[in-house]
C-alpha cells in the first residue's frame, strides 16, 4: 500500500501542474485510484509541505505550494490556458 500511496502523490502532483487548484471532490473523481488512497497521498503531500489545502465557499480546495495559476503565460510556459510556475519566477519577470 505504502508503494500506491506514494506513486498516487506523484499522479495528484502532476494532474496538480496540469490543472492548477481544485476542489478535493473533483480530484478523488478524476483520478483512477480509490478515494482512501487518495486521501492518504493528499496527507503525504501536505506533511512534506507540497500542497496547500484551503477552504473557498465551503469547499475544500488543494493546490501546489509556490505555483500560481492566472491564465498568463511566463517564459513560455502554460499548460490547458493556464500557467503554472514559481512565485519566484513570476517576481523576476515583473521586475524586467
Known amino acids: ?24 471532490a473533483k480530484l478523488v473523481d478524476s483520478l483512477p485510484e480509490e478515494e482512501e488512497i487518495i486521501q492518504r497521498s493528499i496527507g503525504w503531500l501536505a506533511q512534506e509541505d507540497k500542497i496547500t489545502l484551503s477552504m473557498v465557499d465551503k469547499i475544500e480546495t488543494i493546490a501546489l505550494k509556490g505555483y500560481f495559476y492566472d491564465g498568463e503565460t511566463v517564459n513560455g510556459v502554460g499548460t490547458k490556458n493556464r500557467t503554472s510556475t514559481l512565485k519566484s519566477d513570476r517576481n523576476v519577470n515583473q521586475a524586467s
Open 1 to 24: 500500500m505504502h508503494e500506491r500511496v506514494g506513486l498516487t502523490a506523484g499522479s495528484i502532483w502532476h494532474y496538480l501542474t496540469e490543472n492548477g487548484e481544485i476542489s478535493v
